[in-house]
């Protein structure tokens, strides 16, 4: 069986109301299909939300705190998420990388929060327009996947979205993003599920989930669309 992992990262985005449409047409629409599973990663306020429609989904968070419970104003701890239903848990994503300056220290006791709570850690890894126009992408992963390469643990997923193809309607193409889950497959012992993110659509999905390489895909601005991510799922 050709198993695929869908995943929706709604990033900061959603309302109660909005929400719930998303969730009623899920309801109304999605038929579980035992070669797919489908994750949505709401923000942290609406997990809850989600969760209380009993839909035929895994739970995600979008990010988990690199520290355990106590006083860290603020943050949200992998205990928390477990308690809250989540398996999944995406973990270096490019905007944080990119707005927070997440380091691979950082990202690394990430990881172990989440792996010591028995949380599937998504590792998201993508190199910027400037290091692809310098081919330079497969030296950026390889320093990227640093932090996992470290833990102690082959109970993760990686997350390959080049930067440029990010929320840009550019994706890469599905040769290309190919080549670049085997580099990863290679690095990390050919059994890494490997998913690819940036730009993906109702209308380009199947090309990628095709690919020999391509476990599954990561989702941002499509996923928002209640049609646009059942259709996904279906690809
Ligand atoms: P996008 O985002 O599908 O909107 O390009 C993907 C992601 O950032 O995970």
């Not at 989440?114 to 290091?131: D, M």
Request: include cysteine.
């Amino acid at each position: 069986m050709n198993e695929k992992l869908i995943v929706a990262n709604w990033k900061s985005n959603g309302s109660r109301s909005a929400n719930e449409n998303w969730c009623r047409e899920l309801k109304a629409h999605l038929a579980a299909q035992a070669d797919r599973t489908l994750c949505v990663c709401p923000p942290f306020p609406y997990l809850d939300q989600l969760r209380s429609y009993n839909l035929a989904i895994q739970l995600g968070a979008q990010d988990i705190s690199a520290y355990p419970p106590g006083a860290h104003t603020g943050e949200v701890n992998a205990a928390m998420l477990r308690d809250m239903g989540c398996q999944y848990a995406l973990i270096g994503h490019s905007e944080r990388r990119g707005l927070l300056n997440e380091s691979a220290e950082l990202l690394g006791k990430k990881l172990a929060q989440a792996i010591g709570a028995e949380l599937k850690p998504i590792f998201c890894v993508g190199e910027s327009h400037t290091q692809y126009q310098a081919g330079q992408t497969n030296s950026i992963i390889k320093q990227q996947l640093e932090p996992i390469i470290k833990v102690k643990s082959q109970n993760f997923i990686i997350a390959y979205e080049p930067v440029w193809a990010i929320g840009t309607g550019l994706a890469a193409t599905p040769e290309y993003a190919n080549s670049v889950h085997s580099f990863i497959k290679k690095t990390l012992g050919g059994a890494t599920q490997v998913l690819y993110g940036g730009s993906i659509n109702a209308q380009n999905a199947h090309s990628f989930l095709a690919c020999a390489h391509i476990a599954g895909l990561l989702v941002g601005g499509a996923s928002l669309d209640a049609k646009s991510i059942l259709s996904i799922y279906q690809s």
